[in-house]
């Protein structure tokens, strides 16, 4: 991937609450249609960096660029355009109750892109059906199993044409039978040059198509490298016991 420009730069990115620090000068880059993953323990920052990287939460400290232009937070209008670049995956789907999975899509791509209702809901029915939820667009979320309702919300980020998509353990509310068909949504994805920063637990997933693995705990990254290194041969002891740890609780095949 030496050849492909850097999409993401991220520099220093230090987040407080109160007397706590719990995320520590953590800098990275990602490449364009490059697919890192962030492991470790729970707490250990993962979920605080990719919030402060889509601006959920304000960093106290950091930088970042986006193709080369740095994000100013008080630049509210270069912000809003930011975000709907960076697309965000939550565990909990965060979808609108009282809105079908059609309309769930849909109404960012009024309100927010300011495309026509017709424009809007044939892009929807479009992201609907790459996610595997055509047949399903009427329904809402209460009638819908939590992979679909992560599908939607993966179709929902598409919709807005992220540059980057960041997903923060998606598949950790799911019951697990319904991990792989979300995993399999992230896996087409990844096939079609999707440029991405996820948190799992899956570490089979993890180890078959990451490109880097970026170990966190206690706000630091201790450790970056190829799954393969990372898995059996990690430089820090930390690392090596932790990935001993998680493929021993989850497996190496997903």
Sequence with gaps: MAHRKTILRIEDMTKRYGSKTVLKNASLSLKEGELK???????GGKSTLLQCVNFLVKPDKGRIWLDGEEIIHSRKKELYAYRQKVGMIFQDFNLFDHLTALQNVQIALVKVKKKTKEQART????????VGLGDHIKKYPAQLSGGQ???????RALAMD???????EPTSALDPELISEVLDVIINLRLHGMTMIM?????????ELADELVFLED???LE????????SDA??????????KITELYGNSF
């Design 219 to 221: 706000g630091n990254i």
């Design 162 to 168: 992220p540059k980057v998509m960041l997903l923060d």
């Design 235 to 244: 430089d820090c002891e930390r690392t090596r016991e932790f990935c001993s």
């Design 199 to 207: 948190s799992t637990h899956q570490i089979g997933f993890a180890s």
């Design 149 to 155: 309702k992560q599908r939607v919300s993966i179709a």
């Design 224 to 231: 970056t490298g190829p799954p393969k290194k990372m898995l």
């Design 37 to 43: 993953i962030l492991i470790g323990p729970s707490g």
């Design 123 to 130: 892009r929807a029915i479009n992201e609907l059906e790459r």
